[in-house]
């Protein structure tokens, strides 16, 4: 099986290009704009370097001489990316998949469904920590639950600082209002505001947290009907980092900034300045609440924690899960849909094994 991965010496591209290299009968093509650097890193890994640029109107005719079956786009932001790669891999008769935290483009990947089985390809959206592995989790908590009320959960970051394209889609957002469910209506809520902390367990310990938009706050309520809160939250390591986006947020909600988002090149060169000052921990947690099959209040929170700045690694895994089903033929899908359902809790974390990442689960 040929997998194209755009992006594929980008942060998170090179992670999943190393991974599904090693994956029996899977061959990977390392693509992106700058041939020297895909070149590189596909002769580490006994693969092929290729020149691609996503916005080339021959796209579809490049994947089909390539021979690809499947495309695993990294080159985010999503946010207000149209679906032409998605587009061109259907023409091109190869499988999609992409790491977008975007919600509307991971909610609107259905538009394509009808198209996409006609193709008889498989268009899959968000494999990510959300929604992939968020509703890994709930799907397998669900069962220990007569009625679920409501889902909190969120991801705190160490202070490795992401790539130029994940910080610019943090900060499409940051001070913007947007829909979140709560108490059974959508309300309005605005990102990178409501700071609350969450205690995660030691090493970590507690970590402010505050709003932020992923598809989950689109995708749970409908997949979840029973549900009347869906909150999700997020923050770094660092509280000068995490407390001077807060403050951007209100100079963006006041109006008194347009959009945060013209300052990623500037505050990711600060945030790399103060990596020294971080302790390298990354943490996840999914809190379910409602009533227990013996009919009783239940609450069960799920944590994972990252040492040692592995938690960058996380994001990339669920791509790298669905590459090793459908090299295995474990996965023969068509049709066009958000990251749910695809992949269980065991088959994600079976990819960090080697990581310094645990996982625990406790009843309150």
């Not at 919600?103 to 899959?124: S, Y």
């Not at 605005?190 to 938009?213: I, K, L, T």
Request: aromatic content about 8%.
């Amino acid at each position: 099986m040929r997998v194209l991965v755009l992006g594929g010496y980008g942060n998170f591209g090179q992670v999943i290009v190393r991974a599904i290299a090693a994956i029996a009968g899977v061959e990977v093509l390392v693509a992106g704009r700058d041939q020297g650097k895909a070149r590189a890193l596909a002769e580490a890994v006994g693969g092929q370097g290729v020149a691609l640029d996503i916005t080339q109107p021959s796209l579809a005719q490049r994947l089909r001489e390539l021979g690809a079956n499947l495309v695993i786009s990294t080159v985010g932001p999503f946010q207000g990316q149209d679906y032409r790669v998605a587009e061109a891999c259907m023409n091109a008769g190869a499988h999609y998949i992409d790491l977008a935290d975007a919600r509307d483009f991971v909610c609107g990947i259905r538009g394509l469904d009808q198209a996409a089985r006609e193709a008889g390809v498989l268009l899959c959206s968000g494999a990510s920590s959300v929604p992939a592995l968020s509703a890994a989790v709930v799907d397998s908590l669900l069962p220990r639950f007569a009625r679920l009320d409501g889902i909190e959960h969120g991801i705190s970051s160490s202070e490795k600082t992401p790539g130029l394209s994940t910080l610019q889609a943090v900060l499409s957002y940051c001070g913007k209002a947007f829909r979140q469910w709560r108490a059974g209506r959508w309300q309005t809520v605005y990102g990178w505001q409501e700071p609350r902390r969450h205690a995660f367990r030691s090493p970590m310990g507690a970590r402010w947290m505050v709003n932020c938009d992923v598809p989950d706050l689109e995708l749970f309520p409908q997949r979840y009907p029973s549900v009347q809160t869906v909150r999700f939250s997020a923050g770094v390591g660092l509280r000068l980092t995490q407390f001077g986006t807060w403050i951007l947020s209100w100079l963006v909600r006041s109006r008194l900034l347009p959009s945060a988002l013209p300052l990623a090149p500037l505050l990711r060169g600060i945030a790399q300045r103060l990596e020294p000052l971080g302790d390298g921990y990354s943490g996840m947690f999914v809190e379910l609440t409602g009533a227990g099959t013996d009919g009783q209040p239940l609450t069960l929170c799920w944590e994972l924690l990252a040492l040692g700045n592995d938690g960058p690694n996380i994001p990339c895994m669920a791509a790298v899960a669905l590459v090793r089903k459908m090299a295995i033929g474990q996965l023969e899908l068509s049709g066009a849909q958000p990251c749910l359902g695809l992949l269980s809790v065991e088959e994600y974390l079976a990819e960090l094994a080697g990581f310094a990442i645990s996982v625990e689960l406790r009843q309150a």
